[in-house]
């Protein structure tokens, strides 16, 4: 049959390959923005984080720092949910779907309650906050997130004497994403805080980076953020905030006890068991491109006296 077509068609073209003209053009459009997706210049997961603007106050918070630009800091990712490489949550993440959204207050609470997204920016106003992060892995970014200080959350949530620990769950949906479909780690991902860390005011939910709502790959629509900890302490996609009475087991200290610990506060003198700790590399930056020394708690001097007493190489 496929003969019988060729030889009345000398050009070798087959019927069913004889598109009209208009859904050649609609075809010639997917493969121009698929081309740019794969080249990296429309970046997945961005569309809903490059339209919506948020209202927010400006702050003093870091703004002596250079920030790390937009680009490195919504394609160099750690989000295992949609794998382990470092670019494959900013192509992977656009199928998440981040809102509606609610998140759960359950535990150790006066009445266990739901908020949605919307009630959660209304806790308190919005802030712009440069926070320097740093990644366990040794390597550091500058972001401005635009946030509320979990403060206001917590005041609202209303934990009772019991609470001492609080515990935060992200979302795990392998439909969505692909990591979670694979045991990379145990999900959900879950991290925790000590009541007064959690307190802190410097401890924020971020809601958005660069002045807009974050992009999937930075864990929208809400994570944490606790700049004078390692990265990995800030949960992304939170679903629940449990109020718990004593310290959780997290997702990092299961996945390797000797290498992270709960506290993770960024400490220059406690070595990871495989790397340094002392030094890291500025995404994007640094004189050189070089690294730099790192400071304890990241900088972030005045939480110090949270662990007045506790022995830091203990209680890494
Ligand atoms: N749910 C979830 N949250 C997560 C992670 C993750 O794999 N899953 N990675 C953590 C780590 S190790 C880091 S360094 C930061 C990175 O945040 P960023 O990609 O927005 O810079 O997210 C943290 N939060
Ligand atoms: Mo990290």
């Known amino acids: 049959m496929l003969l019988d077509n060729n030889r009345r068609n000398p050009a070798g073209i087959l019927p069913s390959e004889i598109t009209p003209q208009s859904v050649f053009a609609d075809r010639r459009l997917f493969l121009q923005t698929a081309g740019l997706a794969a080249a990296g210049l429309l970046l997945p997961g961005q569309s809903r984080a490059t339209q919506t603007t948020l209202a927010y106050q400006k702050t003093a918070y870091g703004k002596e720092e250079t920030l790390t630009s937009l680009e490195d800091v919504t394609s160099y990712n750690n989000y295992y949910e949609f794998g382990t490489g470092k670019s494959d949550p900013a192509r992977e993440a656009s199928l998440f779907k981040p809102t509606p959204w609610a998140i759960k207050i359950e535990g150790a609470v006066k009445q266990a309650k739901t908020l949605s997204l919307e009630q959660l920016m209304k806790l308190a106003p919005l802030e712009e906050r440069i926070y320097r992060m740093r990644c366990v892995e040794g390597w550091s970014m500058v972001i401005p997130w635009v946030g509320l200080p979990l403060k206001a959350l917590i005041d609202w949530a209303q934990p009772t004497g019991n609470a001492k620990y609080v515990v935060f769950i992200s979302a795990n949906d392998p439909q969505t994403m692909p990591g979670a479909r694979m045991p990379i780690l145990d999900w959900p991902y879950v991290e925790g805080l000590r009541m007064d860390e ?27 953020v606790v700049p004078w900890k ?24 299961k996945a390797g006890p000797r290498e992270y610990g709960f506290y993770a506060n960024v400490n220059p003198q406690v070595d990871h068991p495989r790397w340094t700790q002392s ?8 004189l050189f491109g ?8 990241n900088g972030y001097d005045e939480v110090g006296q949270l662990y007045s007493g506790m022995d830091l190489k203990k209680y890494f």
Do not use: D
């Open 198 to 224: 959690a307190m802190q005011p410097l401890t924020l939910l971020a809601v958005g980076l660069y002045g807009k709502v974050l992009p999937n790959q930075n864990g929208a629509p809400v994570r944490l």
């Open 290 to 297: 070089g690294r730099v020394k790192t400071r304890m708690f």
């Open 230 to 253: 390692y990265g990995f302490k800030g949960g992304k996609a939170i679903t629940s905030i449990r109020f718990v009475e004593h310290m959780p087991q997290t997702t990092w200290m």
């Open 279 to 286: 030094s890291e590399k500025p995404i994007g930056g640094g």
